[in-house]
């Protein structure tokens, strides 16, 4: 992925629009992006994440469209979710520097907002826990949608 170089205030722009981060101040956002926060951007076919490396990097895509894949049994890579602008990727290894769990795929040209550990640690506590509590509100969405889709299934 290559890093966008743009001016500090249109990321702020961009990152207030995201209800991610609605309950941000421009304080927050401010240090967030000056932490080590950045724009990037990657191109059709190109893998943002990969499954078993150990990365603790949060995407929130801002435009575009990713794939999130897993690996079967025999080898193959199947999808298992789209991932629209807004969404967030990458979670639990942000928070858990545990390897990732499946490996995600641009569908096409996607510009990023890539948050790393030393961005968050560069925040103040109260906002190191809004990100935490809005990254726990996207995995009970995540998980909510697929109990439902289980359950549409039965």
């Known amino acids: 992925m290559k890093q966008i170089n743009t001016l500090r205030h249109k990321v702020i722009q961009l990152l207030n629009r995201l209800d991610?981060?609605?309950?941000?101040?421009?304080?927050?956002?401010?240090?967030?992006?000056e932490g080590k926060g950045m724009i990037v951007l990657a191109e059709e076919g190109e893998y943002v994440i990969?499954?078993?490396?150990?990365?603790?990097?949060?995407?929130?895509?801002?435009?575009?469209?990713?794939e999130?894949?897993?690996?079967?049994?025999?080898?193959?890579?199947?999808?298992?979710?789209?991932?629209?602008?807004?969404e967030t990727i990458g979670e639990?290894?942000?928070?858990?520097?545990?390897?990732?769990?499946?490996?995600?795929?641009?569908?096409?040209?996607?510009?990023m907002f890539r948050c790393s550990r030393v961005?968050?640690?560069n925040l103040a506590p109260s906002a190191r826990?809004?990100?935490?509590?809005?990254?726990?509100?996207?995995?009970?969405?995540?998980?909510?949608?697929q109990n439902q889709t289980l359950s549409n299934r039965q």
């Open 20 to 33: 991610f981060f609605k309950n941000f101040s421009d304080t927050d956002i401010t240090l967030l992006v």
């Open 92 to 111: 639990a290894s942000f928070l858990t520097d545990n390897p990732r769990s499946a490996n995600v795929v641009a569908l096409k040209q996607t510009v």
């Open 129 to 145: 826990e809004k990100i935490k509590d809005q990254i726990i509100i996207k995995l009970v969405e995540r998980l909510n949608q």
């Open 119 to 121: 961005a968050l640690n």
């Open 68 to 86: 999130v894949r897993i690996t079967n049994e025999a080898g193959k890579e199947v999808p298992v979710a789209k991932i629209p602008p807004g």
């Open 50 to 66: 990969k499954e078993g490396t150990i990365d603790p990097t949060l995407y929130i895509p801002l435009s575009g469209e990713l």
